[in-house]
């Protein structure tokens, strides 16, 4: 181990961590944030523009393809977003997304490593916005379970299928849809990702917002056609990259909460303190205090578990795989329950959409089903 390449790392991400915070509070108001919800995109590509020029975007993604940085520090980043709920989709496009064009960027394969990698630089310059395609109405939290069929047509492929909640799917600029070449439903073999143009012939786009503020997308494709060289990553199997792609996206999302979680805790140490009744602030109630505490725990637990996870991801599958779903297991019970809790402790005004701890809330009970509920990553550490 080098120690002055370990303490050399720490001081840059301490200086990350200062600027991510120091522009969270700055730019991500609760105002600023309800203004760009209520934009046509769902989020501020002024603020996304700004994204690119820190460098946020690049983070964890090839040094060949204008990367910057590791996953570590990209979760010094998701954690910040999480503090401010930002609405601008970076876990969809840089935690999910980018990740899966990384593990298919293969210089074997000319082609597809060129578009890969012209993908992922256009990302990392705020130009491009992917979004992978994979779950499918009828396999719930299982991205593996996927009908959608890719048949030889040709020079190319025809794409028939469908597909819901596709992350950043509403202002996608290129689809990563996975479909089918070989096999049965829920095989983990005869997966491939194709390139699709959200305005491809046959392709339908419904665009919508979740119930805590992302922006997601469902897609039906009816004959889509798409040259060879749309298919990524070669004839290589794509659920390894897929799956891979998932979990750095999954362990990022619970540092994100954690994050949310944190403002959470301060939003509603604050009211406490503030509110007033019978002549006494509510922080004066013993019980309040102690309930406070347990929200405390919560969220330094949740990031500490969550931290550990993305210090996995780049240890073989198993390792990965049981890593992240612990975290997910973990931290999904422990954001809803932070999320209601804040609601009860702030009484009714907690429920109108005017105060923000109604929209901390919302975040995280959202969080709890994305990318697998607490069951769901139970049972994968069952069977693992």
């Known amino acids: 181990m080098d120690i002055d390449t370990d303490v050399r790392d720490d001081e840059t991400r301490a200086m990350l961590r200062e600027a991510a915070a120091r522009y969270v509070e700055r730019e991500l108001t609760f105002e600023a944030r309800r203004a760009a919800a209520a934009g046509p995109d769902g989020f501020s590509r002024a603020r996304w523009r700004a994204f690119a020029d820190m460098g946020w975007l690049a983070l964890g993604l090839p ?182 792609a998932i979990d750095h996206a999954t362990a990022l999302a619970c540092v994100e909460a954690a994050g949310t979680m944190r403002a959470v805790l301060d939003t509603t140490r604050a009211y406490l303190q503030q509110r007033r009744q019978f002549g006494r602030p509510l922080a004066s109630n013993q019980v309040l205090r102690h309930r406070l505490v347990d929200l405390y725990v919560d969220v330094e637990q949740a990031r500490s578990i969550a931290d550990a996870a993305v210090a996995r991801l780049d240890d073989e599958p198993a390792v990965r795989r049981r890593a992240v779903s612990l975290a997910k297991a973990f931290v999904s019970p422990a954001a809803r329950r932070c999320g209601e809790d804040s609601i009860q402790l702030h009484g009714a005004i907690g429920m109108t959409d005017e105060a923000e701890i109604s929209h901390l809330a919302r975040r995280l009970v959202g969080f709890a089903n994305l990318l697998g509920d607490e069951a769901w990553h139970l049972e994968r550490l069952a069977t693992a």
Do not use: N
């Not at 994979?134 to 299982?142: F, I």
């Not at 069929?149 to 290129?174: I, P």
């Open 63 to 244: 040094e060949a393809c204008s990367g910057l940085g590791t996953a570590a520090d990209a979760a010094v980043v998701a954690h910040a977003l999480g503090r401010g709920v930002a609405p601008e989709p970076w876990l969809a496009h840089v935690g999910l997304a980018a990740p899966l064009l990384a593990a298919l960027h293969d210089p074997a394969a000319e082609d597809a490593a060129d578009r890969c990698g012209a993908l992922l630089q256009g990302l990392a310059a705020g130009e491009r916005l992917p979004a992978l395609a994979t779950w499918e109405p009828q396999g719930r939290h299982d991205a593996f379970d996927v009908e959608t069929r890719a048949t030889r047509d040709g020079e190319g492929w025809r794409l028939d299928g469908t597909k819901t909640l596709v992350l950043g799917g509403g202002a996608a600029d290129t689809l990563l849809v996975a479909a089918r070449t070989d096999g049965p439903t829920r095989a983990r073999h005869g997966l491939a990702v194709f390139e699709v143009a959200p305005d491809a012939p046959g392709l339908e786009r419904r665009a919508l917002p979740t119930y805590d503020g992302r922006q997601a997308a469902d897609l039906r494709l009816d004959g889509v056609r798409v040259g060879t060289a749309a298919r990524l990553g070669g004839d290589a199997d794509a659920w390894p990259a897929i799956e891979r």
